[in-house]
């Protein structure tokens, strides 16, 4: 894997860094090919919702699996006609279904670019992908090149992909989506993403914004409300009243993606979604 990124660099390639980069793919759904066990209808996934995967990419690192914790690092294929290079890449925040898999212990984290040779003829296949999860639970996302060549791997800001998630999950659920992105940013600093909604309609009486080193909720229903604050595995961080405002420090919030959940009387429920790096 490293001489073969040698290779490229020596060859100009300008995709091929050297560094961790990280990338932000911003997009619509397009289609919803399935929802058994409704996970996307219950969670106001539908067509049209935009959505953004931020990625960090190391080609000078090798990509693996994990199993309950164990890494194995997923090593390059080099065959008369065949090769393949894999290397390290891993979705930064909570994807559209990641929130329900449970076993954050196991996956796959890295990106591949293949290339078949037969006679005069050859073909390249390249993408970026991560797995959340075991083979009985996980979600998957992976965003494929248009036209990846021999020294191209890598996409470069404007391009657009095709991506794609699936969630397997238990009792037979399977959710997907498709997506058409474009790469709206590439980077040497992770990005802080901004706060969500997961609830349907608009939020008339909520707010949450970053302000300086805390996250700022604003309540203006009238009356108190129950938050509360949780990881994506759902285990709660902090619960606390909100009145008219409520100041959260960044160090009580975890790290990635967070939850916040507000009830109020005679309110729907609301769930903000906020990302840290």
Partial sequence: MRKAIVLLALLGNPTAYAAPKYYILTGKITILPTDAGGYAAAHDIRVGNTVNYVFVVDTDKAGFTKSQGTKTDKPDVINEGYHADYFFDSLVYASLFSPAVADSASGSYFGYHTTITSGAKESNTAAIQTIIGNADHNTQVIAYLAAPT??????????????????????????SASLTMKVTSIGDTRPVEGIASRSGGARTWLSATFRGNALAIENRSGRNAQAT??????????????????????RELPRGMSFLRVQSAGRADQVLRACLP
């Fill in 150 to 175: 021999t020294t191209v791997f890598l996409p470069v800001i404007g391009e657009t992909m095709s991506v794609t998630e699936n969630y397997v999950g238990p009792a037979s659920a399977w959710s």
């Fill in 229 to 250: 604050l949780m990881d994506p595995s759902g285990r709660v961080t902090n619960a606390f009243v909100l009145g008219e405002r409520y100041l959260v420090p960044m």
